[in-house]
Nanobody
Framework: QVQLVESGGGSVQAGGSLRLSCAAS????????MAWFRQTPGKEREGVAA????????YYGGSVQGRFTISQDGAANTIYLQMNGLKPEDTAMYYC??????????????????WGQGTQVTVSS
């Protein structure tokens, strides 16, 4: 089992920045990738950014490309999501996720097994 705990959410004005953190514990050496997703009420969970721990490759959703950056501190079993140029449409609950399998589909929620509880990000105009 892998446990994931997110932090760093909050409220910010449009154009501002936030950094989310996700600390992983438990069976972490089996993880092949970690990702951030977001969800608003009534909508499906959207893949924001992903990091392949084997390839060290990053993947981004089109709506955040160029504004968000995912990174990893392997020694601390922590991933981060640096969010710059925030927009009101970025308002959502953000979730950290981890996977232990392969097969691509890095921004698809059903490719991930482990999930955190989420941290709220609110961007005001």
């Amino acid at each position: 089992q892998v446990q994931l705990v997110e932090s760093g959410g909050g409220s910010v004005q449009a154009g501002g920045s936030l950094r989310l953190s996700c600390a992983a514990s438990g069976y972490t050496y089996s993880s092949t990738g970690m990702a951030w997703f977001r969800q608003t009420p009534g909508k499906e969970r959207e893949g924001v950014a992903a990091f392949g721990t084997t390839s060290s490759s990053s993947y981004y959703g089109g709506s955040v490309q160029g504004r968000f950056t995912i990174s990893q501190d392997g020694a601390a079993n922590t991933i981060y999501l640096q969010m710059n140029g925030l927009k009101p449409e970025d308002t959502a609950m953000y979730y950290c996720a981890a996977r232990s399998g392969g097969g691509g589909r890095w921004l698809q929620a059903d490719a991930y097994t482990y999930w955190g509880q989420g941290t709220q990000v609110t961007v005001s105009s």
